[in-house]
C-alpha cells in the first residue's frame, strides 16, 4: 500500500476536473464508479469483526429511520432474530382472518325445539328470519411443522448482491 500525499489528492482531484471539463467523464459516471466503491467497501456486511461494521450499522439505522424497509420485512427479520436467541415465535394473525365458527344449526331445526299440537294451524316459517349458515374454511398447512413459525420458509438465497 503507498502512502498519498497532499499533492497526490490534489493531482487526483485535479485529474478528475480535467475529464469532467473535457467531457471524457460525464457526473452520472463519476457517480456510478463512486457507488460502485462504496458497495466495494461496505457494500458486503461480515460482521462484527468487519473493519467497517460500525458505519454499516449507522447505514443500517438511518435505512430504518427513513422507512427503508417495509414493515412486513421487518416484522419477518424481528422473528428471526428472536428465533435465533431462542424465543418462541408465533406466527402472526393476517389481517383478513375469517370470523369465528358460527352456529350450523338453525333455531327452526334445532333438536330441543319441539312442535306443539297447534303447529299445524301455524303459517310456516319464514326462511328470511333464519340465520345464515356460513361454512369457515381453515387454511391448509404448507409448512412441515405448522405449530411453529418459519420465517425464512419462502426465503430464497440468491446469489451475491455484488454488481
Partial sequence: MTTMTPEDTIKAA????????DGRLSPTDLEHHAI????????????????????????ARQVLALDGV???ELAEWLAVARQRVGEAVSAPTPAG???????LVSAAHDPETVPSDDADDAAPPNIADEPAVVAVVQPVPTSPRPDRYDPTAAWLPGSTRRY
Avoid at 14 to 21: G, H, T, Y
Avoid at 97 to 103: A, D, E, L, N
Fill in 97 to 103: 382472518t375469517s370470523p369465528g365458527p358460527v352456529q
Fill in 70 to 72: 417495509p414493515a412486513d
Fill in 36 to 59: 460502485a466503491e462504496l458497495r466495494e467497501m461496505v457494500g458486503t456486511v461480515a460482521g462484527p469483526d468487519d473493519p467497517a461494521w460500525s458505519l454499516q450499522c449507522d447505514i
Fill in 14 to 21: 485535479s485529474s478528475i476536473a480535467r475529464d469532467v471539463a
